[in-house]
């Protein structure tokens, strides 16, 4: 039987075994990282720097959510601006897999400068045991590279520190309740970030369009959850699809962008159900995102499980 308690226990003794000196951790304000962020600063104080990334990927508010997280649970932590850097190593690249190569290697390039400055010499990451299935490996299938596992620069200096490594979703939130983390049920979100939600190249104003899209999904799912309209979805956003279509604005034709909205059903992300929509739901949002959403004329619906798709798209 799991119990939360005696894991964070034993993690931030084994946290305080294995470094013996200063460390930096990823902080992306989600779950995983956060609730490593804590079990971290607890186990070394002041030798940890905590550092969040502002990539430009990030969802609509991110950085706000994530700066009251962070300073109501205690951590210290430095925010570094680096959206100008990531868009121009991702300018060009269209495969998913060389997207989320890139961006684990600016990140952890981020990290070593930053770890240069404080004298560190490890990189604790919030990573659980789906990325490194996932990621492949030995006699393992890889289904996507996670950018904290094989995105990782086979150069990189600083030892990796995984104090959640062996842990499901569901597990990290019991920790993350334990410790008090209010983001103990929120929803997963991608460590590239909304790089993976745009098909295709990753541009500012493309990352515009998925952002604003995303921000009215998860607004109309979690009112209707909200209302008992239906059951709030494990996760749930948007995607901004690498076609167009015909449409209509007024009388005049336009040619514009695929919007597919994507919520699933799981408990720990290595299996996921489609969830059922109301029509009504699923209505405002279409009319929402292709109202508010410039250049948007066409919404779609994933009805897709996991396997044989998965929930991410890229």
Known sequence: MFSPEAFIEEAVEALRKEISGKAVI??????????????????????????????????????????????SLGVRYKVLEAADRFFGELKGIVDPEKKRKVIGNTFVHLFEEEARKV??????QGTIAPDWIESGGQL????????????????MTLEVVEPLRDLYKDEVRRVARALGVQVAERQPFPGPGLAVRVLGEVTHDRIAVVRAACAVVEEELEKASETGLMERPWQYFAV????????????????????????????????????????????????????????????VYDVTNKPPGTIEWE
């Open 26 to 71: 990823a902080v992306s304000g989600g779950v995983d990282s956060t609730t490593a962020a804590v079990l971290a600063s607890r186990a070394l104080g002041k030798n940890l720097r905590a550092v969040y990334v502002d990539t430009g990927l990030m969802r609509e508010g991110e950085r706000e959510d994530v700066d009251a997280t962070l300073r």
């Open 119 to 124: 004298g560190a010499e490890w990189l604790i």
């Open 140 to 155: 393992r299938d890889r289904i996507k590279t996670h950018h904290n596992v094989a995105g990782l620069p086979t150069s």
């Open 240 to 299: 901004l699809l690498p076609v167009k279509s015909v449409g209509v604005e007024g009388d005049v034709r336009v040619y514009g962008h695929t919007i597919a909205i994507r919520a699933v059903a799981s408990t720990d992300g290595m299996t996921a159900s489609f969830s059922p929509i109301p029509q009504d739901v699923l209505g405002r949002m279409s009319t929402r995102i292709t109202n508010e959403v410039r250049g948007v004329n066409r919404i």
